[in-house]
């Protein structure tokens, strides 16, 4: 075996060469002959009846092929969405319809009207500015509060209200929590935004639809993290095209942190308009229809309230949260602030009694879903505030405070309140690891020589947990889900032995191709180099549930593993047979397969050869042939956990922040590939300083966007952070899949935003600004230096 | 992006002509103008390119008196300035980035007179002359408002001349997400005094702040201006920053740009 591509192995990303080549084949890359293109009308304005559109003058131009709008796709089902969430009533949450072009009202900024499809992309374009639409504006709703407030004008004309649901968890609990707090010793509240976000991958969406007269057969290529999903949604509920007359294909998709998991109302367009007009049709997003048309992130408003007893231990929680959905709910919207936020209020503590109530709300604005760590940020962000404002209020550590609550190594598994159970963890562990990177004995040194120079140092602390690998299927369909949420792996063992796997899972730069071959090779003990990643294409791939949630290893692997095994299986009956000995007593070893305890052996290619040249072999027992499907639906969520640090540096002159250091202590069990586990991290951790110092989705009171492009929309650069401390050493591996993988690609934007907000507090008391308890992400220069100052 | 047709003249003499025609525009580093146009915000006719034309290229001393062709780089400036005008060099190597830099000139930025650009502080801020196909133009007298200027219709900026001072110095607080200015503050000293000119801040554009060019004026020290304060009145407010928040910024690039001009 050789060392240097088998788990553990930080093996170099194989996909790097083509992406750093400029050779990545994306979905704009794909053109097809006779291709015409599409540009959308989106509404300018927030909300407005449309009185009438006259496409007239807009079709008689040069090029144009038709004007779509809204009476063209009568046969068309709505965009659907994937979780129906109960509340606590015991009702159902309201769910609008979601149509493809604007069905009599507009509903946000950006909301598709019309559709022109042309010869080139330009003569739409100029042909959309000749189309008259006549719309009656209507005040519209964007604050949510507001929206929930007694008359109000509301999103959805046939909906009762602007409230989707009103979600109580877990709602036995409410009386008992509300006991406990009226006995506490201490309450401490905090009242706090989670900010909304626009995910901005540097590859905009993308679609192109193809349709095949002669087979009645579609094919859609797509920038989707989850083709499969698009293909049930899409040909189910959408367009009524049977699966086996639908290929949906996501090539190389230039990533996604969430917004390219949903189906959008674009894929269905270019699909259902190459049939209308038996050409092929491209939409490629421009990074302005990007900012309106892509799901947003996050945007929640929280009050949440801890509990403690005279000794400082946590006896309650308890939260209340407007959760937006913007104007329609998008593919997995309502689970968001509900099962993947909800479920993670014990956070790494003990309290025993958690009460959450999140009012979901409709607004007029662009649909908010998953973005990176998807509730998890928000539930972490509130506890890991909150604490931290705790320690100071009762003037402890915050570190000690945190130590004194967490649920200990010898607790696992661990039965929170809010149903879950935690497999393994070891949070004492991962604190004191990055206390020790940090230097935290140091600090007191370090924040002297700073206020030297005028500036302001703080250290701040947050401890997170997560859920990946969201499952098993049984207990998310109970949950609301309308999916499943399993993998696929396909192993098709060639007849030279070199190995094809088709994973259900995709890659959009996460590196499958490089993880997922270290995993075969370092089962069957064959060079990585003789195995090759397939995924993506609905039409050589098992029905897969795509890639989010930090899932692919923990689930993805999984049934690559599981799949492997059952090739190993076979081929160890093959071995038997040319060795002629028992399946039982072969061993296979860096790619040999020997008789235990003797010198018989024959190598993987000799029994992979045989498989398929079945000359000398036991066709009456054996199929010939050496591919295997497997499916795994875990058993659990799996739970990575860890300590982040960050020291930062304020300018209380001018309110800017430095991250001057970083460190993450993580637990995401075993790792595979360490090099791309950092690089994950890395990235993590970048979304999730831009969200604490920088990235802001802000709109004006009548629902225009007012952070619309990268001139006001703040991305954080490479030179606003100066490199990370990142471990992985504190390892509880994962008790039920079977490589032991907790998942690790949400961690970083989950952890650091409390780190940094928290940081900044401290470094402002450390310095005796002690009025200020909290400040809103961003912590912009101008926030911070308002609240020094106000 | 509308369509629209190029001319590229190699003189001022048929660049000034091929303005004359019907809705015709100047066309410099296009650093404003082409992202304007392919949002389909701004759709001339013709674009007459600048950028051919050498006389307007290049930066040259004369005594005390730098002179820049208005077709000039930021990143040639930041280079050839970097011995003659240092306040002046590190100012253009810190606008946008190298690909603006490398396309972005002296010409266009003062020509647009965007609000938050840096160029015209430095202007304002030498009481530089603005030098046109037809005219000399004083910075006090040019700058007239966010996005106006003194210039007439077709008039080409060739040049800008700059007296360049004993000690000066560009602070620069970047608006985080566009890294325009939020607040810039171009600080000269001159034996006859001390400018001091304000970018990114106020809804009427560059402007000079005559408290702190008074105070200077006689003490060029940060602490001369220790008790002052720009006020709020008329200063931008958005998503970055109140008024309150860049007039406060006024006096603190101030203080570090005299600390930097040191």
């Keep these: 075996m050789p060392k240097d591509d088998g788990i553990g192995a930080s093996t170099k990303r194989r996909e790097d060469v083509r992406f750093l080549t400029g050779n990545g084949k994306y979905t704009d890359d794909i053109n097809l002959r006779g291709q015409a293109h599409v540009h959308f009308l989106r509404s300018d304005v927030a909300h407005g009846r449309i009185r009438g559109i006259d496409t007239s003058a807009a079709e008689a131009m040069d090029g144009v092929l038709k004007v779509f709008t809204s009476a063209d796709f009568e046969s068309a089902g709505g965009l659907p969405c994937g979780w129906q969430v109960t509340d606590r009533f015991g009702q159902v949450m309201q769910e609008p319809k979601h149509p493809i072009l604007a069905e009599g009202k507009v509903r946000h900024v950006g909301d598709p009207i019309c559709a022109v499809v042309a010869e080139t992309y330009e003569q739409a374009r100029d042909a959309a500015e000749a189309i008259e639409v006549d719309i009656e504006e209507l005040e519209p709703v964007i604050d949510m509060k507001s929206a929930l407030a007694d008359g109000a004008p509301k999103v959805h004309d046939d909906l009762t209200s602007n409230l989707c649901y009103d979600w109580g968890f877990v709602e036995d609990n409410k009386d008992a929590v509300n006991a406990a707090f009226e006995t506490a010793a201490h309450v401490v509240s905090l009242e706090l935004t989670n900010n909304r976000l626009v995910a ?309 730069g996460q590196g499958h191709e490089t993880t997922f071959a270290q995993v075969v090779a370092d089962m069957i003990g064959v060079d990585a180099s003789s195995i090759e990643i397939h995924h993506g294409d609905t039409s050589n791939t098992p029905m897969g549930m795509g890639t989010y949630g930090s899932r692919s290893l923990a689930v993805g692997g999984s049934a690559i593993v599981k799949a492997t095994n059952k090739i190993i299986d076979k081929a160890k009956k093959i071995a038997a047979h040319l060795l002629e000995a028992a399946p039982e007593d072969i061993e296979l070893k860096d790619g040999k397969f020997s008789v235990a305890g003797t010198d018989k052996s024959v190598d993987w290619s000799g029994v992979t050869l045989a498989a398929y040249v079945p000359h000398n072999y036991p066709l009456e027992e054996l199929e010939p042939g050496l591919e295997e499907t497997a499916f795994y639906d875990p058993s659990n969520f799996t739970y990575p956990s860890g300590a982040y640090g960050c020291e930062i540096e304020l300018d209380p002159e001018t309110g800017k922040i430095d991250i001057l250091r970083f460190i993450a202590a993580d637990d995401f069990g075993n790792i595979v590939n360490p090099m791309i586990v950092e690089g994950q991290v890395h990235g993590g951790l970048v979304q999730g300083i831009g969200q604490a110092l920088m990235e802001n989705c802000v709109y004006d009171d009548q629902g225009q966007l007012l952070s619309g492009s990268f001139m006001d929309y703040t991305m954080p650069r490479a030179d606003d952070v100066r490199g990370f401390t990142v471990d992985h050493s504190c390892i509880t591996p994962c008790t039920h899949n079977p490589l032991g993988v907790k998942g690790c690609g949400e961690a970083g934007a989950i952890g650091s935003p409390p780190a940094v907000v928290n940081a900044a507090i401290d470094a402002l008391h450390r310095a005796g600004h002690t009025h200020v308890t909290h400040i809103d992400m961003p912590l912009t220069p101008a926030r911070v230096w308002a609240a020094i100052n106000g | 992006m509308y369509n629209f047709e190029l001319v590229k003249p190699s003189t001022l003499a048929e660049a000034v002509a091929a303005l004359a025609g019907e809705d015709a525009q100047p066309l410099s580093g296009g650093q404003t103008l082409i992202p304007s146009m392919k949002a389909r915000l701004n759709a001339p006719e013709t674009l007459v390119s600048l950028t051919g034309i050498a006389e307007l290229k290049g930066v040259s001393r004369s005594g005390d008196t730098l002179t820049i062709g208005a077709a000039t780089t930021h990143a040639d400036v930041a280079e050839q300035a970097a011995a003659d005008f240092p306040g002046l060099a590190a100012l253009a190597g810190q606008i946008g980035d190298p690909a603006v830099r490398n396309r972005g000139t002296i010409g266009g930025s003062l020509a647009n007179n965007d609000p938050s650009a840096c160029y015209p502080a430095a202007a304002l801020g030498t009481g530089a002359t603005i030098v046109t196909n037809t005219r000399e133009i004083a910075a006090d007298d040019y700058f007239q408002g966010m996005f106006t200027t003194a210039l007439e219709e077709g008039e080409i900026i060739t040049a800008v001349r700059f007296s360049i001072p004993q000690a000066s110095a560009y602070a620069k607080f970047l608006q985080p997400a566009s890294r325009f200015a939020l607040t810039g503050v171009f600080v000269a000293q001159y034996a006859s005094g001390v400018r001091v000119a304000v970018t990114g801040a106020s809804e009427n554009g560059v402007f000079r702040w005559a408290e702190a060019e008074a105070a200077l004026s006689s003490d060029f020290t940060p602490d001369a201006i220790a008790g002052l304060s720009c006020p709020a009145d008329e200063m931008i407010a958005d998503l970055h920053g109140s008024a309150a928040y860049r007039a406060h910024l006024v006096g603190v690039m101030t203080r570090r740009a005299v600390i930097a001009a040191g």
């Design chain 1, 200 to 508: 901005n991958p540097m590859e905009p969406r993308v679609a192109v639809g193809d349709y095949d007269p002669w087979g009645d057969s579609h094919t859609l290529y797509t920038t989707s993290q989850n083709p499969h999903v698009i293909r049930l949604l899409m040909g189910a509920f959408v367009l009524n095209i049977p699966e086996h007359k639908l290929r949906v294909v996501a090539p190389d998709v230039g990533g996604g942190f969430g917004s390219k998991i949903f189906h959008y109302a674009e894929e269905a367009f270019c699909t259902y308009a190459a049939k209308v007009l038996k050409r092929p049709v491209k939409w490629t997003s421009s990074r302005s229809e990007a900012f309106i048309s892509d799901a947003h992130g996050r945007d929640h408003r929280t009050k949440i309230e801890l509990a403690l007893d005279a000794d400082h231990n946590f006896t309650a929680l308890r939260t209340e949260t407007y959760a937006n959905m913007g104007a329609y709910l998008s593919t997995f919207a309502p689970s968001i602030p509900t099962w993947l936020h909800g479920t993670l209020m014990a956070g790494n503590y003990r309290t025993p009694l958690i009460y959450v109530n999140v009012k979901a709300v409709f607004t007029n604005t662009v649909p908010v879903d998953a973005y990176r760590g998807a509730g998890r940020p928000e539930a972490t962000f509130q506890i890991e505030r909150l604490v931290d404002k705790a320690a100071r209020e009762l003037g402890v550590d915050p570190v000690e405070l945190r130590r004194q609550n967490f649920i200990t190594a010898d607790q696992f598994p661990y039965q929170t309140p809010v149903a879950v159970v935690y497999d393994t963890g070891n949070y004492h562990a991962t604190m004191d690891k990055m206390l020790e990177l940090a230097d935290y004995a140091g600090f007191e040194e370090r924040r002297a020589e700073s206020a030297k120079r005028g500036k302001l140092r703080g250290f701040g602390i947050a401890h997170y947990i997560e859920a990946c690998g969201i499952a098993p299927s049984n207990l998310v369909g109970q949950l609301g889900a309308r999916a499943g949420l399993y993998e696929s792996a396909s192993v098709r063992v060639n007849a030279t032995g070199s190995i094809s796997v088709y994973t259900g899972s995709h890659s959009h």
